[in-house]
């Protein structure tokens, strides 16, 4: 088989088995980070967790898991790029991609008054991010800083959920806690075999994504904008869509919201803590972090809910959020072809 120029001389052949580690690797992500979310959240109900309280941070904390190991696993083999790629890109498929064609399923209404303080508390982070990377790097001493406010975004939705008596959120949290209902010892398993899945499957992924990056001669940062996080975001997709078509809109929505925190916050700081990035790609604060601010804004538009009534966002809104995806990715593939 011929070698194609632009792959570095690299065959086709050669790149199987890279190509199986991203897909196999996928593949188990998901599988455990269902496994994982819904052992840690059965295991927090028999502690007798209030249930807004695991649907806020034992369910949002599950549903960044994927990328918080995967990040980490990237940093620790000296891959910074790949992990920062990874956070931000996973907002960008959060908010064009997964909650785009979750509205496209079912229009979603968003009633929760937890969910409406945490739009604008999402978009401060978001600000506060770009405000660090704005020096063109990103030191252990900022990303403790990242932690610390993860750290705080943790006391603050304890404090929220414990006040938050009655919010929609709790209901739609409550039934499904009751439509996964395991016992205890089957909890404690999945919890444990979730987590020891998710990093095996997080170290094949980013192996086969580093080698993939490293034939096609794209950068890291790239490929964990693009096919890891995509990946890592599956979880979000399949969450959102199940509960948009169960009627369970403020669950769609939380989860993305609160991933999309947890994201900035713990998967960003956690990456740089561990690998510092003295230089970032220009392409970080002139491409992809103003597209994620933009469609964070969008979102925060749409969803927030003005003069007393609920936020919505529909069909026709969530269609234009796809395709504003699609477009952020025809400007990567251009970036990279003639670049």
Known sequence: MLAIDWMRGVTVVELIPALAAIIGGFVLLVWSADRFVEGAAATA??????????GMVIVGFGTSAPEMVVSAMAALDGNPD????????SNIVNTGLVLGVTALVAPIAVHSKIIRRELPLLFAIGLATGALFWDGALSRMESALLL??????????????????????EDETMQELKAHAMTLGRAVFWLLAGLVLLVISSRVLVWGAVSVAEAL?????VIGLTIVALGTSLPELAASVMAARKGEHDIAIGNLVGSNMFNLLAVVGIAG?????????????????????????????????????PGRIKRLEGA???LAFAAYNLWLVASVVGG
């Open 148 to 169: 610390a406010g993860f750290f705080g975004l943790i006391g603050w939705s304890v404090v929220a959920a414990l006040r938050g008596h009655g919010d929609p959120l």
């Open 320 to 322: 234009l959020l796809v």
């Open 45 to 54: 109900g028999h502690a007798g967790m209030p249930s807004l309280l695991i």
């Open 82 to 89: 790949l992990a920062l790629g990874n956070a931000l890109g």
């Open 273 to 309: 803590a561990i690998t510092p990035m003295p230089a970032l790609a220009p392409a970080v604060l002139t491409r992809d972090w103003p597209v994620m601010m933009g469609l964070m804004a969008v979102l925060f538009l749409m969803a927030y809910g003005f003069r007393g009534r």
């Open 217 to 221: 001669g794209v950068s890291d940062l």
